[in-house]
């Protein structure tokens, strides 16, 4: 399988490197961009990743003998695979996201691995209220809101404690990542909005930073070489474009092909309908997520938008797709 985008990249031969997550959008792109750039590819999921050049290990995270088979011969770890959701309980959530992690950065440890690129959330640092220009702040899974927040900010913060000169880790925190063939947004958005149930909440008005997947792809990898310099330390990865994010469902509803989304909610009840759906809702045996979580209502009705000077300084990175450039490509994608 060939990727739909070209990544611009420094050369990485000679770089051996285990990318975890590799059957997700954002894991094959990272994946794709290393094999093109020269580095010799390992990746570890539990389905087929359809990846061609690579060394390929179907098993998970949490199990050791596949961990440990990943991890043979292998310098670097981009560690991405995780359950992610809004839903479910919090026992699966701890075995892929905390466990999973723990597992896997015993088995590099134990092989000699040097550098850890850790993707995390910046979800694992809001505590719900307004995020307004802040920098990467500490995780905390006792603040986190949902299983998913807590988990990762758990995640993080073991691969933060195995940080030293000899096994260095830089933790990335993508924020709000969108473009064609992303599942986990994009597609919910395009898919809600067609049978409209995606509301706006107070109006859209809340300002949010996004990031486009080319922009994703390039900045992980170039953290391979800036985690030799600077590492033990987080940082958020945004496209530096806040917007109000009722301008960006739209947009992004619209270059998938659906409609504007019309529906307009006040957050209170959307929080309040978001604990009682999530309290009964079982995602799994439903085959959708819930409509609305009070997670969801506060991401869709607070303000989150960073700081991005000390990310660029660390990756010598800038975004190189544009959000309108992002929805270019998105509309043609679908329309394909």
């Known amino acids: 399988m060939t990727s739909q985008f070209h990544y611009v990249t420094a050369d990485l031969t000679g770089y051996n490197v285990l990318v975890t997550g590799a059957s997700g959008v954002l894991g094959s792109g990272v994946a794709h961009a290393l094999r093109d750039a020269g580095a010799r590819v390992t990746v570890l999921q539990r389905s087929a990743s359809g990846l061609d050049g690579v060394r390929e290990i179907q098993g998970s995270v949490t199990d050791p003998e596949a961990a440990r088979r990943a991890v043979q011969g292998v310098?670097?770890?981009?560690?991405?695979?995780?359950?992610?959701?809004?839903?479910?309980?919090?026992?699966?959530?701890?075995?892929?996201?905390?466990?999973?992690?723990?597992?896997?950065l015993a088995a590099a440890q134990k092989a000699g691995?040097?550098?850890?690129?850790?993707?995390?959330?910046?979800?694992?640092?809001?505590?719900?209220?307004?995020?307004?220009?802040?920098?990467?702040?500490?995780a905390d899974p006792n603040t986190a809101r949902g299983n998913y927040a807590a988990t990762k900010a758990a995640g993080e913060l073991l691969a933060l404690a195995a940080d030293s000169a000899n096994f260095r880790v830089l933790v990335l925190r993508p924020h709000l990542m969108w473009g064609p063939g992303d599942t986990q947004l994009t597609?919910?958005?395009?898919?809600?909005?067609?049978?409209?149930?995606?509301?706006?909440?107070?109006?859209?008005?809340?300002?949010?930073?996004?990031?486009?997947?080319?922009?994703?792809?390039?900045?992980?990898?170039?953290?391979?070489?800036?985690?030799?310099?600077?590492?033990?330390?987080?940082?958020?990865?945004?496209?530096?474009?806040?917007?109000?994010?009722?301008?960006?469902?739209?947009?992004?509803?619209?270059?998938?092909g659906a409609k504007e989304p019309t529906l307009d909610l006040p957050s209170g009840l959307a929080k309040t309908a978001g604990s009682v759906i999530e309290s009964f809702w079982d995602a799994e045996a439903r085959g959708d997520e819930p409509p609305i979580t009070r997670f969801l209502a506060e991401q869709m009705s607070t303000a989150h938008w960073f700081d991005q000077r000390r990310t660029q300084e660390v990756l010598q990175w800038k975004p190189r797709i544009s959000l309108e450039e992002g929805f270019r490509l998105t509309q043609q994608y679908y329309r394909n």
Request: hydrophobic content about 45%; overall charge negative.
């Open 75 to 104: 310098d670097t770890v981009i560690h991405i695979a995780a359950k992610v959701s809004v839903s479910g309980p919090l026992e699966e959530y701890e075995h892929v996201n905390v466990e999973g992690t723990r597992t896997l």
């Open 113 to 138: 691995v040097s550098r850890w690129i850790h993707i995390s959330s910046p979800s694992v640092a809001h505590s719900g209220a307004s995020i307004i220009g802040a920098a990467a702040e500490p």
């Open 187 to 256: 597609e919910r958005i395009i898919d809600r909005a067609r049978a409209n149930r995606l509301p706006l909440l107070d109006g859209g008005t809340a300002l949010v930073d996004t990031l486009f997947l080319v922009n994703a792809v390039e900045a992980i990898v170039t953290a391979i070489d800036a985690v030799d310099t600077t590492h033990g330390e987080a940082l958020v990865l945004t496209n530096g474009q806040p917007r109000p994010i009722g301008e960006m469902i739209r947009r992004i509803a619209v270059a998938g």
